[in-house]
């Protein structure tokens, strides 16, 4: 028991240090230069739990934690909110897969096994958000048990009863005291009336920053204490070995691949012929620029088809000679599909110029056509680690298009070809500002919006304390001041 109790202890002041260090971060500081701090208390974090359970840390998983590590400098370095988003959300889709790669055997694991493991995972966790109270409980009653087992059994319900409510008075009044700490302000910002009696008869001093604190570090500390808890207690269903699935006859994904495969040979004919090489009479009505500038969604969507019936085929289908070779035409096919959807684009953008949502899609296109050279290369070596590869792919081209800061070369590209000057001036993040503040229009245009152009971005890029100073809004403050 003292054992048990020991452990429970180190679990709670590891918490209590991760919600302490991620609330110091967090606090209002939700892209400053702090953020990369918070990163690396969660892996320390996980190197803690690891450490508690015996594990030891393994090589390869540097390389989830360095990618975790470079999403979260990037968040301290842009104002676009686009980008911060989907920094954070593959930072957490490392981080689970950190954890899943360290305490279980992943090497068989595929892109199915790996979703459904996340999923138990985050559904485990959430089973466990009261644990730092049960355990609590538990600890206190084997407290209260007599240290051997001697005694009958009338002996041991005299020591019941000789027990002293007084511990379970207090386990009770101290679980009160940290759900109220997270309660009260919640109750007190949902309804003023409630505030103001408690302010009133308490003399309450509870303003917004103190309950936003509260909260912050309640919420992480039990969702540490959660993580903990789902690390130490392995998911039975992820220790079991991954079953071979390759129980289908292949004949069934030759067929229909090989009927998809000729549509898609008639279809890349025409794209070379038409597109590429802009030969060949195009319907009444119809010019080679609106040709070129139709369909380009819809091919995307076709080739993320195509990738996951690459996939599927080769984790439920048997092997065979032919449908890797089928598969193979199916990818290559895919490649001039992705081919045809960058030519569009490029032509729409020349036509109607950036936007971040067009510059997104070309970091897509590359994403996709890495991922499918990954299931090319699956298709011919089962073997191969698909998942690791297709996101080590994702995550680097991520990395390089986000810290390419999209919105300074949207910004000017479309200024210099008089493109959207509305939406490159008011739609961009600060990370556009010193180029927009660089080729300033002067009468052309810049002495009419000059003056909203500041109101947008003034408090963005206000001067703020050490926490929240984030790059992308200094060099924002700086441009607007020597703009004249």
Same mark, same amino acid.
């Given at each position: ?297 819809? @091919?995307? $969507?076709?080739?993320? %088809?195509? =990738? *996951? #019936? ?8 048997? !092997? /065979? &000679? ?39 899609? @070309?970091? $897509?296109?590359?994403? %996709?056509? =890495? *991922? #499918? ?8 070596? !089962? /073997? &191969? ?100």
């Amino acid at each position: 028991m003292k054992e048990k109790s020991s452990l429970y202890g180190r679990k709670l002041l590891i918490s209590a240090g991760y919600a302490a260090a991620g609330t110091a971060c967090l606090f209002r500081a939700p892209h400053g230069i702090t953020y990369p701090l918070f990163a690396a208390a969660t892996l320390v974090l996980f190197f803690l739990v690891l450490r508690l359970q015996g594990e030891t840390w393994k090589r390869s998983a540097f390389g989830f934690a360095a990618g975790i590590m470079i999403l979260s400098v990037h968040v301290a370095t842009t104002g676009n909110a686009h980008l911060i988003a989907i920094d954070k959300g593959l930072m957490y889709l490392l981080l689970f897969m950190l954890i899943l790669h360290s305490l279980y055997d992943d090497t068989k694991w595929d892109v199915m096994r790996y979703l459904g493991a996340v999923t138990d995972f985050i559904l485990t966790s959430c089973t466990h958000i009261f644990d730092c109270i049960t355990d609590g409980i538990e600890v206190f009653r084997g407290r209260g048990e007599p240290d051997g087992t001697e005694g009958t059994e009338g002996a041991d319900c005299d020591t019941r009863k000789k027990e002293s409510p007084v511990k379970y008075i207090f386990l009770g009044l101290m679980i009160a005291v940290v759900l109220l700490c997270v309660i009260v302000p919640l109750l007190m910002s949902s309804d003023a009336v409630f505030a103001k009696v408690l302010n009133d008869l308490w003399d309450l001093k509870i303003d917004e920053t103190i309950m936003l604190i509260g909260v912050l570090f309640g919420v992480l500390f039990v969702a540490s204490y959660a993580l903990i808890s789902t690390c130490s207690k392995k998911i039975k269903k992820l220790l079991s070995n991954a079953k071979d699935t390759r129980t289908v006859d292949p004949a069934v994904a030759i067929t229909f691949t090989s009927v998809i495969m000729m549509v898609y040979v008639l279809y890349c004919a025409i794209q070379i012929y038409y597109l590429f090489l802009g030969a060949g009479s195009l319907p009444d009505g119809y010019t080679y620029a609106k040709y070129a500038h139709e369909g380009f969604y819809e @091919l995307v $969507a076709v080739c993320l %088809i195509n =990738l *996951v #019936m690459v996939l599927l085929c080769r984790k439920y289908s048997k !092997s /065979s &000679f032919a449908l890797p070779v089928i598969l193979t035409a199916v990818c290559g096919c895919t490649y001039i599909m992705l081919g045809s959807s960058l030519y569009r684009m490029i032509l729409y953008i020349e036509a109607y110029g950036f936007t971040f949502l067009r510059a997104f899609v @070309l970091f $897509a296109l590359a994403a %996709i056509a =890495l *991922v #499918m050279a990954a299931a090319v290369a699956l298709v011919f070596r !089962s /073997s &191969f680690p698909f998942v690791k590869c297709a996101l080590a792919a994702v995550v680097m081209t991520w990395v390089v298009f986000a810290f390419s800061y999209p919105d300074r070369w949207i910004a000017d590209y479309n200024l210099k070809h008089n493109y959207g000057i509305e939406y490159t001036v008011f739609e961009l993040s600060t990370d556009a500002v010193p180029v927009i503040t660089r080729q300033w229009g002067g009468d052309k245009w810049g002495k009419d919006v000059e003056p909203l152009f500041r109101k947008e971005f003034e408090e963005a890029a206000k001067k703020k304390d050490f926490r929240n100073f984030n790059l992308s809004e200094y060099c924002a403050r700086r441009a607007l001041e020597q703009l004249h």
